[in-house]
């Protein structure tokens, strides 16, 4: 019991009656921006979790070089 496409062409029918063709273009063109922007802005934040992960790896090689490199003196310095 779904809606017959003779149904759907009634309802676009009376929509474009009450809007008009250049308010419903302009509605349209609207939603497929905020749409656009929506997918673009996932997309960035995708990229940056995925991003997120390597620059954490490379900041623990640094650090655990630092601490290598500062235990390594202090042996030298015991010595």
Do not use: H, N, Y
Request: hydrophobic fraction near 40%; charge should be negative.
């Amino acid at each position: 019991m779904g809606i017959s496409i003779w149904q759907l062409l009634i309802i676009l029918l009376i929509v474009l009656l009450l809007f008009g063709a250049k308010k419903l273009r302009s509605i349209g063109t609207d939603l497929g921006g905020a749409v656009k922007g929506f997918r673009d802005s996932m997309g960035e934040v995708k990229d940056k979790d995925e991003e997120a992960p390597s620059e954490q790896i490379e900041q623990k090689r640094a650090s655990s070089t630092i601490e290598g490199q500062a235990s390594e003196e202090q042996a030298k310095d015991k010595v």
